[in-house]
């Protein structure tokens, strides 16, 4: 037998029902704002003309969209998802809040073709094998900023673990890397951008724990040479 549905199948965030309930209340605005959204938009925002096209990579469920809206940073939203139940969830609650359905759409970064204004992606790349095709592709599509938060250290660490908190019944490893931060603020500069790494807010710097392993949270503001 042999079927096509395999990413899907093997998709962690497919398989997690408390992270669904976690993505509805933030759309909801029945959860505090993340931190790294808070700081993510605070980079963007002297940045961002009205009318600039803000794409959010690995949006989840869109729920970056509130941190652009209290602020009133006057861009145009867009998230993209791979995960298409996490997108339901945006299609379905952010309307209310002002976001257009349509705004949200389930897209892989391998699959993402786009010219925009400003790229944000939080919390995605040290959760795939590699980041080398993703970030380009990110890199590719933006016209002035890119915004990163990835787990960075000084000597890259890569790892294919047991993500121990999804569904019952449901055993998947997933991808937990800490790239070398001169790497990857290296691979950034060479594709004609200038690059401050900035430190987290939440984490000041120190490793977090999420499922279990240790991150290590960084920003990157990433600035198109002219």
Same mark, same amino acid.
């Given at each position: 037998?042999?079927?096509?549905?395999?990413?899907?199948?093997?998709?962690?965030?497919?398989?997690?029902?408390?992270?669904?309930?976690?993505?509805r209340?933030?759309?909801?605005?029945?959860?505090?704002e993340?931190?790294?959204?808070?700081?993510?938009?605070?980079?963007?925002?002297?940045?961002?003309?009205?009318?600039?096209?803000?794409?959010?990579?690995?949006?989840?469920?869109?729920?970056?969209?509130?941190?652009?809206?209290?602020?009133?940073?006057p861009?145009?939203?867009?998230?993209?998802?791979?995960?298409?139940?996490?997108i339901?969830?945006?299609? @379905? /609650? =952010?309307? %209310?809040?002002?976001?257009?359905?349509?705004?949200?759409?389930?897209?892989?970064?391998? *699959?993402?073709? !786009?010219?925009?204004?400003?790229?944000?992606?939080?919390?995605?790349?040290?959760?795939?094998?590699?980041?080398?095709?993703?970030?380009?592709?990110?890199?590719?599509?933006?016209?002035?900023?890119?915004?990163?938060?990835?787990?960075?250290?000084?000597?890259?660490?890569?790892?294919?673990?047991?993500? @121990? /908190? =999804?569904? %019952?019944?449901?055993?998947?490893?997933?991808?937990?890397?800490?790239?070398?931060?001169? *790497?990857?603020? !290296?691979?950034?500069?060479?594709?004609?951008?200038?690059?401050?790494?900035?430190?987290?807010?939440?984490?000041?710097?120190?490793?977090?724990?999420?499922?279990?392993?240790?991150?290590?949270?960084?920003?990157?503001?990433?600035?198109?040479?002219?």
């Amino acid at each position: 037998m042999i079927q096509d549905d395999g990413y899907l199948k093997h998709c962690i965030w497919e398989h997690s029902q408390t992270v669904r309930e976690l993505y509805r209340r933030r759309c909801c605005l029945e959860e505090e704002e993340m931190t790294c959204a808070a700081q993510a938009a605070e980079l963007l925002r002297p940045h961002v003309a009205p009318g600039d096209v803000i794409l959010d990579a690995g949006c989840g469920s869109g729920y970056f969209y509130h941190s652009l809206r209290k602020r009133q940073i006057p861009g145009v939203y867009y998230g993209i998802d791979a995960a298409p139940s996490l997108i339901e969830i945006g299609r @379905r /609650y =952010l309307p %209310p809040h002002g976001l257009p359905a349509d705004r949200l759409r389930v897209v892989r970064l391998e *699959d993402l073709r !786009a010219e925009v204004d400003h790229v944000v992606c939080l919390n995605v790349l040290s959760n795939i094998d590699n980041y080398c095709r993703p970030l380009e592709r990110l890199l590719r599509s933006t016209r002035k900023t890119v915004v990163l938060r990835e787990s960075c250290q000084e000597v890259a660490e890569y790892r294919y673990v047991r993500d @121990r /908190y =999804l569904d %019952p019944g449901v055993e998947l490893n997933v991808h937990v890397n800490a790239y070398a931060a001169s *790497d990857f603020k !290296a691979f950034i500069q060479a594709r004609g951008f200038d690059v401050t790494q900035i430190e987290d807010w939440r984490t000041g710097g120190k490793a977090e724990l999420v499922i279990g392993y240790e991150h290590y949270w960084t920003f990157f503001f990433c600035q198109r040479r002219l």
